[in-house]
């Protein structure tokens, strides 16, 4: 069975940075089960895997755009420590959730300087090209479920309605 829209896809994948850190890795976990033509992962991969099947290997590499998206200014905002809610919890590498106009996001606090915190809300990996080993372990027709509600239903996947 090839991949294609509405196939519940898994595969084991090791990711890397430009220039060879591992980012992330299924290494010792399950596969990572996706509902393809669903967004469900980033454009680049999921192009990539079309008409692949079960056993495949492949190198992928994804450039921002097709990934995370190019790293923005906008994204980045000054804050005044007295607006947080406890101002003795933020520090530079400080990870905290914060509602936008696109929801919530979780933004890292980049610098502190005179009672003024810089929040970064860019994803942390906006801007990388991104180098993927991917191994196609399964695939499979989604349930009518499934496609309904755009993910994989099954085990190791945590439900939220
Ligand atoms: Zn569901």
């Known amino acids: 069975m090839k991949i294609a829209n509405g196939k519940v896809v898994s595969i084991h994948y090791k990711l890397q940075s430009d220039t060879g850190e591992t980012l992330d890795s299924s290494e010792g976990r399950e596969p990572l089960a996706y509902l393809q033509g669903h967004g469900n992962i980033i454009s680049g991969l999921e192009n990539a895997l079309v008409d692949k099947g079960v056993g495949d290997k492949l190198k992928v590499s994804v450039k921002p755009e097709e990934g995370y998206g190019e790293r923005s200014d906008e994204l980045v905002h000054s804050v005044p420590l007295s607006e947080f809610e406890d101002a003795s919890q933020i520090q530079v590498g400080t990870r905290i959730r914060v509602e936008t106009n696109h929801g919530e996001h ?3 606090v980049t610098s502190i300087e005179d009672d003024v915190a810089k929040i970064d809300l860019n994803h942390p990996l906006a801007g990388e090209t991104l180098h993927f080993d991917v ?8 349930t009518e479920e499934e496609l309904s509600h755009g993910h994989v239903h099954g085990p190791g996947w945590h439900h939220h309605h």
Do not use: L
Request: charged residues 35%.
């Open 106 to 108: 979780i933004a890292v």
């Open 135 to 142: 191994e196609i372990m399964e695939v499979r027709d989604a």
